[in-house]
């Protein structure tokens, strides 16, 4: 597997700081003001998740600059730099919408525990660290309907691997649409 494989990971940063910090505000009462200004549940959910998106790709513009100029890393032959960005794109809304879903509806503490429990479980069901197959049959079947194995199944053919990449990139804008939908309709300020 090459260096730049565990791309998918970076997209789960949506999940990782993203709900941790806006439940924190939520508690302290930075979003209670929020809500007072003209920005609407939905505009605070979009902000969001576009600067999760502006922070990867920074981080995805540095591992590319760090694998090719210090580990001698080339794409290799049939890689689709468009799936690749389009499969981070729709996995950071998805992973997003978990996130600021977690963060809108239950208390700090309890945002901080499940944000971590989930980004753990994602990185272990979704194919990232172990492949599906390697999986109990029952739990693969299960693993294989989260985001984080349609976002790592998008990215190892966005890298090449035999397959279409409509099936998971698809079933990642669902997961975003429905998450962000659900998100913007449950988001509390306070």
Not at 51 to 72: D, P, R, S
Not at 126 to 137: Q, R, W
Not at 141 to 146: D, E
């Amino acid at each position: 597997m090459g260096p730049l494989q565990r791309v998918p990971s970076v997209s789960l940063e949506g999940l990782a700081a993203v709900p941790v910090e806006t439940a924190y505000e939520r508690a302290y009462g930075v979003l209670k003001r929020l809500g007072g200004a003209p920005l609407s549940r939905g505009g605070l959910v979009a902000a969001r998740v576009l600067a999760v998106l502006g922070v990867e790709a920074g981080q995805v513009a540095l591992l590319v600059a760090i694998a090719a100029l210090v580990l001698g890393w080339s794409p290799a032959p049939g890689t689709s730099v468009p799936v690749i960005v389009g499969a981070v794109t729709l996995g950071s809304i998805a992973f997003g919408g978990i996130g600021l879903l977690m963060a809108g509806t239950l208390r700090a503490e309890g945002t901080l525990a499940l944000a971590n429990g989930l980004f753990l479980a994602f990185l272990l069901l979704g194919g990232m660290i172990i492949p599906l197959d390697h999986l109990p049959a029952e739990l693969a079947a299960m693993a294989a309907a989260l985001p984080a194995s349609q976002l790592t199944e998008a990215i190892r053919i966005g890298f090449g691997a035999a397959g279409d990449p409509a099936g998971p990139l698809v079933a990642l804008l669902a997961w975003g649409i429905a998450l962000a939908g659900l998100t913007t309709a449950t988001f509390r300020w306070v």
